[in-house]
């Protein structure tokens, strides 16, 4: 059953704490992205990766790390530099628009994680 | 950076009227692509455009593409309560090898019966 899993669907940090989000994609995708989303607000871009062992910051990286050691994989971790954490964490991945042109560049999403600090 | 702006932010019709959600990017899009999310869900991809001026119909969702590929609308007639969601248009953009799938704010909508 293809698909793009995230895990886990809710997590509870403690301030202070660094906490990692999972997501993982049997898609055979090359292109990875995490969002950031808030109660009533867009998608934000965290970071995204094209490739294995390469990876680029979005709009609002200052916080966060991530790696991409494989393929399928992409984790996000939240530091405890993120002054803000509590949000909706989605992570994505589609085919990479270098490689197969612009057709069939779209996303598939994980179902989230929900993250809040207590 | 480049910017994906989506308007209205927030749209409340009866059931059965039409209704719009307009995008605009500050940069030529490669391509525009449209997401659904449901209350509680994710984005779900609904379509993408390439062409200038492309115009694509789903039933009664009709997606235009503007000819300086830099705006896109998606129109909904005759709404029903299951079009209820935030509908997402998102900019594929990419430099120096490098892609990335910028959205905008989002619209949502609310249908009322």
């Known amino acids: 059953d293809g698909g793009i899993t995230q895990s886990p669907k809710y997590l509870f940090r403690k301030e202070g704490q660094n906490v990692t989000l999972s997501c993982e994609q049997n898609l055979n995708h090359d292109a990875m992205y995490w969002y950031r989303q808030d109660p009533g607000q867009g998608l934000r871009l965290i970071y995204y990766?094209?490739?294995?062992?390469?990876?680029q910051k979005g709009d609002i990286a200052e916080g966060y790390s991530v790696s991409r050691e494989k393929k399928e994989s992409f984790p996000l971790t939240v530091t405890s530099a993120q002054k803000n954490p509590t949000a909706f964490y989605l992570c994505a991945s589609s085919r990479s628009w270098g490689t197969y042109g612009t057709d069939g560049t779209e996303a598939f999403f994980g179902q989230g994680t929900r993250l809040t600090v207590v | 950076g480049q910017q994906v702006m989506q308007i209205p932010q927030y749209q409340h019709v009866q059931e059965g009227e039409d209704f719009t959600t307009y995008c605009n990017s500050s940069?030529?899009?490669?391509?525009i692509q449209w997401y659904k999310q449901r209350p509680g869900g994710h984005p779900v991809f609904l379509i993408q455009l390439v062409k200038s001026g492309e115009v694509k119909k789903q039933k009664r969702l009709t997606f235009q593409f503007g000819e300086a590929k830099k705006n896109s609308s998606l129109h909904i007639t005759a709404t029903q309560t299951t079009d209820v969601g935030t509908y997402f248009c998102a900019g594929l953009a990419g430099t120096g090898g490098y892609n990335k799938l910028i959205f905008g704010a989002g619209t949502r909508l609310a249908v009322h019966p």
């Open positions: 940069t030529t899009l490669s391509n």
């Open positions: 990766s094209q490739i294995v062992n390469d990876f």
